[in-house]
Every structure is written in C-alpha cells, then in structure tokens.
C-alpha cells in the first residue's frame, strides 16, 4: 500500500528538457511565471498557452500525467475562478443580490484560470524532467551567493537536509510498513472505525518509528564523521554542473517567448 | 613489528547519572600493517567500544591509542585519523547518505576537498575493487543487504585509507551477503594491502585470518592464530562463543581418547584427521 507513493515525480526519458541543466530550468520556471502572469489580452494568454502545450510536447511526458497534477487542485481553479467572476467592470449580464456578473468578470476569470493552469503545467514539466538529486543541487547552486551575506553554512545544510531526507524516504516507508504488519499481526484494526479510532491506532505506529528514526539518524552521524564530514567548509562536488550550447538555445527560445508576450501586450 | 594501530592501556568508562561502567578495560594491543585481524566476542565483550576507539570515535576515558603515531586525542588531527582508519558499520542504509550510488561513494572524498577529477577516479577505483562498478548509477534501495553493505565499503575505500575497521559488518545480511562481504575484504586484503580488523560474533569468518582476539569483558582472552584459537574449545565455550562444528568434532574426539590434532579448521583437514586416528586405531 505504502510502496505506491513515489517521492519527487521523475519520468525517465532523454527529451531535451531533461537533459537542459537543472538550475536554468529552475530559473526559467519562474521568469516564465511571472510574464505568463504579465500577459493581459488574449493574444499574449495565447502565445502562453501555445508555448506551455509546446513545452510539454517536448517533453515527452505523458499529458496523463500532467492532468494527474490537475486533479489535484481542480478546486482551487474553481474557487478561484468563481471569486473573479465578480470582480470586473463592464456590461452586466446577470444581477442577484449585492453581486453581478459582468462581461469583465467572465474575462477575468477565465484568464485567471487558464494562468493557473499553465502555472501547475510548466512546473510539472520541470518535476517530471528533473531528478529530485539534480533538483537539490540546483537549488544549492542557485543559493550559493548567499554565502556572500554570510549563509554558506545555512544553504549547504539545507541542501545536506535534502539529500539525506530523500535518501531516507523509500527507507522509512519500508521500516512503517513493517511496523504496520507487526501491529496488524497483534491485533491492531489500521482500518476500520471512526476517524477518531484510525487517528488513534496510527499511534503505535508513529511512536516506534520515530525512535527509530532517531536511532538512524545517531548512527548516519556517526558514519557521516567517519567519512570526514565537517560540514560545508572545503567540500568539492564530483559531479560538476556544465552549461551546454543547448542550455544556450533553450535560454534563447524562452527569452523570445517573454519578449513577444510583452511586446503583444504593447501592440493590442 | 610495523604496527599501524597501537592501544595502549586503555580503558573506555560509560557513564550514567552515578554508575560508570567500563566497557575496556586497560586493554593493549598492536595492529600489524597489512594484517587481516579479528576480534571475537559476544554482545556487551567491549568489541564495539574498541572498534569505535580505533579511528578515534571514541576517545579512551585513559590510556591512548596512537594510528600511525598520532594520538586520537588530538583534535588538530581528527581527519587526519579518519583518513586513516576506515570504518564500516552493522547496518548499511544507516550509512548511505545519498540516493545515487556513486554519489554516495563520492560522500567521503568530496569532504576531503579533492579535484573533481581525482574524486571521479577514486569513485570508479572503489566501485571496481567491491566489485560494484555495474551498479554506479543504480538507488540503494533497491539493492540487497550485501550489495549496500559493500557500497559503504566502497563508500570509505574512496577515501584510501590504509587501514579498515568493520563493526559487525554481516550480523544483518544473508548467508550469501555474509560470504559476499568477507570475500571483498581478504581480497582488499590481499590486492591492495589494506589492514583489516573485522570485528565479529561468527566464528567461521575468522577461519581465514591471521590472528584472532577474543575479548570478554573488556579484556583480551586469547590472541593468537586461528587454528591454535579454534582447538581451545572450553576457553570459547566459557565466553559463550560458538565454536565450528569441526573444532567441535574434533575435541569430543580427543576427550574420549582418540588421538586426533584438534587444529584441523576445514571439514577437509577434519576429515583427514579423523580417518588417520581411525587408521592407527585399527
């Protein structure tokens, strides 16, 4: 049961955006959002639209997979969408109470929902491409010129947190689910009941996984020092992060797409 | 005697609130460079406490333990003697830290500061000699108990130590990853020269070694070869060792009159043994 949660939402394939370096795709992402967020008519929405569906053609992940995500915060794109509904200003087409509909309001909405949309598309594409390792090491890299406010140490520990904490997922959903079997065994109803009931019957399961959590993570520091850990300070990186003449073009390609969201805004 | 590790007179104390407790006590002992030593004993004999002592995890509460002529008590030197002295532990996912293989064999040497070049090859050479280098890419997870525990031999082999330390290194594996596992050692053993000190329960993996330490509570019992440690069956069977089969044969043998040499280790020499005694008794 456990076994089917998968962390982090990598699809293995060798399309060019999986082989685009880690921290420009971070970095595109949100240059990206913000000018998706900036185009106001329909002809700039719709060079958004048409650069997010090339992105994920390109990708060659699966749109199932995309629409999964979707799923996922339908009711947040409705809710969203309903609020805006009656924010705007133009003709009224329905009235009841202190609210009104106007054309404005339709307008609005909708480019609302289609933003939000294309904002969950484009940062699964960057999920479903990107390993959570290199994910990691993006941010860490990304990070780095904190150390100039005096951070290193805080941003080589977060990355470390990263690491250690996704090393350790698929570890410790093995050690609940045999935690679970062992209670099972001796009883225990995971099930059935009330949801006060099931809350309370996760209690001898969280209970000996968190001490033996504990225990884990004694020993991973000592194994840790044994292998000369003493923190960021001196540390180098086996593998080194190269910017390729393709990240140059993917750069290129996106840095038009801005462009031409702006200038349509300008232009109509 | 070239000694890579020397302990000498140590004593290590656990305390706890009021009651201290000594887990060594005043404990001496050489390491020989290049030697393949095990240490023997049951649970709560102080052979962990030791091991722990041996690349300076532990300090001694008195007495010092010197690795290549450094002190372990020398803070200025701390990596230094890990560099040294390599240590592996029971339980291999408690010491991978990455979710990558060769990223996580790339753990030690990256904190030594290494070219990112020389990282490379000391990753590959490492993977190579635990005989892993097919798996450089996989996630640890999904490997078995004896395929993880030689990826954190590789992962402290990347550093080049000359000397390794194993805490029980097989009590969780298989029968297939215990053989897997000892059979990587004396080969680093041999190949490369590395000096091995496997602590451990089983008595058959000491079968090869060049000298065997049984320790009971806190101190050396008997130091000597394998075969010569092996034949003392009362002394093993009194700190509550299991003795191999052969020996054990071999012993009930003698105790009834038969004129056999209880130093036959393998089922082998055994054999020989018992057919000769029954030879010169017809």
Same mark, same amino acid.
């Given at each position: ?36 967020? &900036? ?21 060659k992940v699966p749109v199932k997979l995309y629409l999964k995500n979707m799923k996922a915060i339908l009711p947040v794109l409705i809710f969203t969408g309903i609020i805006n509904l009656f924010y705007g200003e133009g003709e009224t087409l329905v009235s009841f109470w202190k609210l009104e509909i106007t054309t404005g309001g339709i307008y609005r909405a ?35 010129? &904190? ?54 019957? &996760? ?66 | ?12 104390? $656990? ?5 201290? $407790?000594?887990?060594? *006590? ?44 450094? =002190? ?60 892993? $280098? ?54 680093? =053993? ?11 329960? $089983?008595?058959?993996?000491?079968? =090869? ?17 394998? *075969? ?47 057919? *000769? ?6």
């Open positions: 049961m456990l076994k089917d949660i998968t962390f982090g939402q990598y699809y293995e394939s060798r399309s060019l955006i999986h082989r685009t370096d880690p921290r420009l795709k971070t970095v595109l992402l949100i240059a990206l959002i913000v000018f998706i967020f &900036l185009a106001k008519n329909a002809l700039s929405m719709g060079l958004s639209v048409l650069f997010v569906l090339s992105v994920m053609a390109v990708s909708v480019f609302m929902m289609v933003r939000i949309t294309l904002l969950i598309f484009l940062s699964s594409a960057l999920t479903y491409t990107t390993t959570p390792n290199d994910l990691t090491d993006a941010i860490e890299s990304l990070l780095s010129p &904190l150390r100039f406010v005096g951070l290193k140490s805080a941003v080589h520990t977060l990355a470390m947190m990263m690491t250690i904490a996704l090393r350790f997922i698929p570890t410790l959903i093995e050690e609940a689910e045999k935690i679970m079997n062992a209670q099972k065994a001796r009883g225990a109803d995971l099930e059935n009941g009330k949801l006060t009931e099931r809350v309370k019957a &996760l209690i001898p399961i969280l209970i000996p996984l968190l001490i033996s959590s504990v225990r884990r993570a004694y020993e991973l520091a000592e194994a840790m020092e044994c292998r000369c850990y003493n923190g960021g300070e001196g540390r180098t990186r086996m593998k080194q992060m190269h910017i390729k003449p393709r990240d140059f073009a993917v750069l290129a390609v996106c840095a038009v797409v801005c462009g031409g969201i702006i200038t349509l805004n300008i232009m109509f | 005697m070239d000694s890579i590790i020397s302990v000498r007179n140590v004593t290590y104390e $656990y305390r706890e609130e009021e009651t201290v $407790y000594a887990a060594v *006590k005043d404990l001496s002992l050489e390491i020989e460079r290049g030697s393949f030593t095990v240490i023997l004993g049951h649970n709560g004999s102080g052979k962990s406490t030791l091991a722990k002592m041996l690349n300076g995890l532990n300090k001694p509460t008195s007495g010092d333990v010197l690795v290549d002529g450094i =002190n372990t008590k020398d803070e200025s030197t701390e990596i230094e003697v890990k560099r040294k002295v390599g240590m592996v532990f029971q339980n291999p996912d408690n010491q991978i830290i990455a979710s990558i293989v060769e990223e996580d064999v790339a753990f030690g040497p990256e904190n030594l500061g290494l070219e990112p070049s020389e990282i490379r090859r000391r990753v590959d050479n490492a993977l190579k000699a635990v005989d892993m $280098y097919d798996f450089r890419e996989s996630t640890p997870h999904r490997l078995s108990g004896g395929q993880k525990q030689r990826i954190a031999i590789a992962g402290i082999m990347a550093m080049e130590p000359e000397c390794l330390v194993l805490d029980e290194p097989t009590a969780m594996l298989d029968p297939k990853g215990r053989a897997e596992i000892i059979s990587t050692l004396h080969r680093l =053993n041999s190949d490369k020269g590395i000096t091995i000190v496997l602590i451990t329960h $089983y008595m058959e993996e000491a079968e =090869n070694a060049d000298r065997v330490i049984v320790m009971n509570d806190g101190k050396i019992i008997a130091d000597n070869v394998p *075969k010569v440690i092996f034949s003392d069956v009362k002394t093993l069977k009194s700190v509550g060792l299991d003795v191999p089969q052969t020996a054990e044969l071999l012993y009930s043998l003698k105790e009834n009159g038969f004129p056999v040499d209880t130093h036959a280790l393998s089922v082998k020499e055994a054999a020989a043994e018992i057919i *000769k005694a029954m030879r010169s008794e017809e």
